[in-house]
Each structure stands twice: as C-alpha cells, then as structure tokens.
C-alpha cells in the first residue's frame, strides 16, 4: 500500500484504506476500485491524500490528441468561467491557460471513450 495525492489517483485504482471525511464519515470503503465520480467526490470534500492498495499505483497516461475543437471549447467554458476576472493580470492568465488546456484533454479523452 501507498499514500499519494489525491490529484495523482486515477480511475482503476483501488482505496488501500477507509476514507472518510473530516468529521470522521465513510465516503469510500476500502478495497474500492475508483472511478471517475468517486476521484471528483474526494476532491469535493477536500481529502488531500490516500492510501492505494497494490504495488502499481503509477498507470500509463492515455496518449489522447487534443483537436483545435477542443481547444475552443474549452476556452470558452473556461472564459465563461472567469468572465469577471482581470484577464491580462499574468497569473490568471496562466491560470486560465492551464486550465484550458486541461478541459481541452478531459473534451479529448471523453471523445475517446465515447461518452
């Protein structure tokens, strides 16, 4: 078993350990194999870190092309997001750029997975 952040843990994985939130309730048993709703509940209920059960918990990044479609889907629903925000101030722009960019690849991968 190891701990790592939540950030890293991918769907296919399984929880080493209960989970529970701060006040001490159950949000995930252990010997779980996490998807992708359980992985955005963690993060929800601001749980940092996790114990994973097995010896790889590192599993290869799908190589998923990310089209100029997605990309400006993606800049939309994320200008959207933070219309109100000072967009030539250089760390919300990197922010936003960042954040592009990852929409841009969850667009791509659903699009693979056919979802």
Known sequence: MQNIRVHEVSSGMMAGTDICDRSGRLLISSGTVLNDSQIRILKTWGISEITISGNDTSQPLPNVEVSEE???AAKQHIEDRFRFNKHEHP???EFE???ILREAKEMAEQNAHGR
């Open 97 to 99: 750029r960042l954040l």
């Open 70 to 72: 997605h990309l400006i």
């Open 91 to 93: 760390p919300i722009a």
